[in-house]
């Protein structure tokens, strides 16, 4: 059986799709329904059914993608491994939102880089979970951070670490409502309070809301900035209060320009995954960027 043919399979079985499956492969849609027919007449089977948008596989598609899947796998694996000792060649193009992927992703990356690192080149982009995911699904990415954990076969997510939420305003807010009443009260001391977001739905705010005190907030934002970096500035300011992960504002916390207006018992956490597309873990840069993360994000706090 041609292996050109298995691997075009796999790809389409992993995508759900012919397009999709076309633009990972580097190849014209009719190409690929091309190589899957003449793989279905040499089985005497047929292996995806078509539908309005994307394929499903059959019963036989599945079992067969099951067998090839991890032998294409580990022959990728044995290809990489030759042209890896030339890793000055490979590029790591990694995605995720901005403020994770600047303070935490990319200060660990940079680590494999160097003269003393592993040698590849590195380049970022930014962007919100569907935006991210869909770029790496397209093969845009190699390596995807969100919080969204995946479905189907074409994307493998795996966690890397939980964000702790934290609320906060600066001392002069934070002097008109102590923890005591927060506790005792509950989000209405906060009502009349400004609150800094980062869209207009609160996000942050309304997740804090719903898991610490079982609520909506009533408030609305009197501050939009689309970057949590921002939404700590306005905060340390005098903005208003806000929520935000722990490690993004841990210095301000230190410092005293911030205060942590509450701190219950189980806060509010966030994960993180770390994405790749099914089967490029054999790649060798992907795959030691993939575990250098894993391995540094069991240090985070």
């Known amino acids: 059986m ?75 694996e044995i290809a990489e491994t030759g042209a890896d000792e030339d890793s000055s060649l490979r590029t790591l193009h990694l995605a995720g939102p901005p403020e994770f992927t600047a303070e935490r992703a990319l200060p660990a990356l940079t680590e ?80 009349n309070l400004p609150v800094v977001e980062v869209h207009e739905s609160l996000p942050f705010v309304a997740r804090y809301w719903a898991s610490v005190f079982d609520s909506r907030p009533a408030a609305s934002g009197t501050v939009i900035v689309p970057d949590l970096r921002a ?20 210095s301000a916390l230190e410092r005293g320009d911030v205060v942590a207006l509450l701190e219950p018992a189980v806060p509010p956490l966030r994960t993180y995954f770390l994405v790749v597309r099914t089967g490029t873990l054999a790649m060798g840069h992907i795959a030691r960027a993939h575990e250098h993360l894993l391995r540094t994000a069991s240090d985070w706090s």
Do not use: M
């Open 2 to 76: 041609d292996l050109a043919l298995l691997r075009t399979f796999v790809t389409v079985h992993r995508a759900g799709s012919f397009t999709r499956a076309a633009a990972l492969l580097g190849l014209s849609q009719p190409a690929v329904t091309s190589q899957i027919r003449t793989l279905e007449r040499q089985l005497g089977r047929p292996l995806f059914l078509r539908q309005a948008r994307g394929v499903t596989p059959t019963t036989i598609g599945d079992e067969l993608a099951h067998k090839a899947a991890p032998h294409l796998d580990a022959l990728v």
């Open 112 to 191: 494999l880089t160097g003269e003393h690192g592993q040698g590849f080149a590195l380049r970022a982009s930014f962007g919100n979970a569907e935006e991210t995911l869909d770029g790496l699904a397209a093969g845009h990415h190699d390596l995807a951070i969100t919080t969204a954990r995946t479905r189907g076969t074409l994307l493998t997510s795996t966690p890397l670490c939980d964000e702790e939420h934290v609320l906060i305003a600066d001392p002069r807010w934070a002097s008109r409502v102590s923890a005591a009443k927060l506790r005792r009260k509950g989000s209405h001391v906060l009502e």
């Open 231 to 250: 939404v700590l500035a306005c905060a340390v300011t005098g903005a208003g209060l806000a929520v935000l992960p722990r490690y993004l504002c841990a």
